[in-house]
């Protein structure tokens, strides 16, 4: 083989094994949106409406919905234009692309999910003061390709509405003793058969319903998650020192 030939080949197998994989690229963007970096366990933003919102399944999931469509537009709009718009207007021009998201958004549960948009109410236009949005608009999606600012929207929306699902359940489980309480107003009149009775004759606890309810909840969540950071932190530090001494006394 000539030598030219070998060096050109040599160039090309380094250049493939630079490059990143598909996993590579998007693992991280999912676990910092889902866990690491998650908009309320990690930033502890856009508590406002998870609170107020989440004292049922059904209103926590169509909140979640809508932020995580609000967050997806939001992020590929912002890295469509990324390189047009001056740095000193880009933060006027993001809450701009937001608010017009949310107002389509808005519109669109108005029309199609009217029960669940009066259930909403205020919570619906407030999303466009959701510190969680603007961030990743600023931190990511303004250097970031289309399809990786895509996935980080998808991917910190679907955080969020985690958590809001997990405090919906904990809330209408203890406050109503249901599941899925009123999801025809989500899922249409024919989807009643959906609401499950965990607790058959229950009273209610109203204290699960109301505000102090879902602080409580938002707080045995954090909890929890902070217990198993902890555990995982304790797992590969024992692994580490267990390698350490197999090293040792070999």
């Known amino acids: 083989m000539p030598e030219t030939e070998a060096i050109s080949i040599t160039e090309t197998n380094d250049t493939t094994e630079d490059t990143p994989s598909f996993i590579d690229e998007y693992a991280p963007i999912a676990k910092e949106g889902v866990w690491t970096n998650n908009a309320v366990f990690a930033q502890m933003l856009g508590l406002c409406p998870l609170l ?21 537009l939001s992020n590929m709009s912002v890295s469509l234009i990324r390189n047009i718009v ?3 207007i880009r933060l006027p021009v993001f809450v701009v692309i937001i608010a017009s998201a949310v107002t389509a958004i808005e519109l669109i549960i108005h029309a199609w999910f009217h029960e669940l948009y009066l259930v909403l109410g205020i919570f619906i236009p407030l999303i466009v003061t959701n510190c969680a949005i603007i961030a990743r608009a600023e931190a ?59 607790f058959p004759n229950y009273d209610g606890f109203l204290l699960a319903l109301l505000p102090p309810g879902a602080f409580i909840g938002l707080a045995f969540l954090l909890a929890g998650r902070n217990y198993f950071d902890r555990c995982l932190k304790d797992m590969a530090k024992k692994k580490s020192q267990d390698l350490t001494t197999e090293k040792s006394t070999a």
Do not use: C, Y
């Not at 919102?53 to 997806?72: C, F, P, Q, W």
């Not at 929207?153 to 203890?174: C, Y």
């Open 52 to 72: 107020a919102v989440s004292n049922s399944v059904v209103n926590a999931l169509g909140l979640g919905i809508a932020t995580t469509l609000v967050l997806i």
């Open 86 to 88: 001056r740095p000193e």
């Open 140 to 198: 990511f999606a303004s250097k970031n390709t289309l399809g990786k600012s895509f996935f980080d929207g998808l991917m910190m929306g679907f955080g969020f509405t985690l958590v809001l699902l997990a405090l919906g359940i904990i809330r209408e489980v203890i406050g109503m003793g249901t599941l899925l309480s009123n999801a025809h107003i989500m899922f249409g009149d024919g989807m009643q058969w959906l609401t499950i009775e965990v």
